[in-house]
């Protein structure tokens, strides 16, 4: 599914509709580049997964992982700052990964296996990924593709 968004409030909204979808154990996975509108997306989620909208929410470019409090725990990583597989198995992620919470990885990119661009490392297999391409300074065009063995439905963004 595509959904094109005209500025920085409709991808809130967008992360808020794919945020109220979501159940325990869901890892999305975001890809795209600088400034495209990853953090802002990861807003809109927890948000949409009842955390406080007035509540900071800032990438853990530095940090690695911040954890919020919604209806669901909310475990949001950023690898931008990662540079080897090495680095990523050392973060020891399984056990955010694999619990009842809901995970948000940017910079999703750093987990293709060399390989393979298809495979994930830490054996992620069960996701929600988000291609962000930037079409203009203010217009972002996002692919949502979920990846379970039973079909899921992603929201209907009704609003955009």
Known sequence: MKKISHSPEETLQLGKFLGSSLIPGDIILL????????????????IGLGLDPDAYIRSPTFTLINEYPGRLPIYHIDLYRIDSQEEIYSLGLEEILFNQGVTVIEWAEKLRTPNSSENLMLNIEDRIEVNIKIISDSEREFTFNSFFPEPRTLPIFTLL
């Open 31 to 46: 890809f795209g580049d600088l400034g495209a509108g990853k953090t802002h997306l990861t807003q809109g989620i927890c």
